[in-house]
């Protein structure tokens, strides 16, 4: 998809300043995201797909919303994915990172800062 890389890596410099988070490259497209030792999700920069880990109830409403798509085909059925085409789908794929962030902090708010 042309144009997605960009997208993707506009996503990976958002995702780089989160404390705690690191984007690591496993190919020229692919990119895991991680909070520690833990998987956030991937990134692909060739499909321009972004692929996140969800308990199967918030796949659920994610799903229901339309926030998210079913990730198929997945030994997880727990997998979100969403396109990224455009500047709309960049916000909307860091907000499903802030949720997923936030649940593994354990955290209301994506940062430890009240002004973040």
Avoid: C, Q
């Amino acid at each position: 998809m042309p144009g997605a890389s960009a997208f993707i890596d506009e996503i990976v410099s958002e995702l780089d300043t989160w404390p705690g988070v690191r984007a690591e490259r496993r190919s020229e497209d692919l990119i895991v995201v991680r909070y520690k030792d833990l998987d956030l999700g991937e990134l692909d920069r060739g499909s321009g797909v972004a692929g996140l880990h969800f308990s199967p109830g918030e796949r659920d409403e994610l799903v229901e919303h339309g926030d998210a798509e079913p990730a198929y085909p997945t030994e997880r059925s727990e997998n979100v994915s969403h396109d990224v085409r455009g500047p709309s789908d960049v916000e909307a794929v860091l907000e499903l990172f802030r949720r997923r962030y936030r649940d593994l902090r354990g955290e209301d708010d994506p940062f430890s800062s009240p002004d973040a």
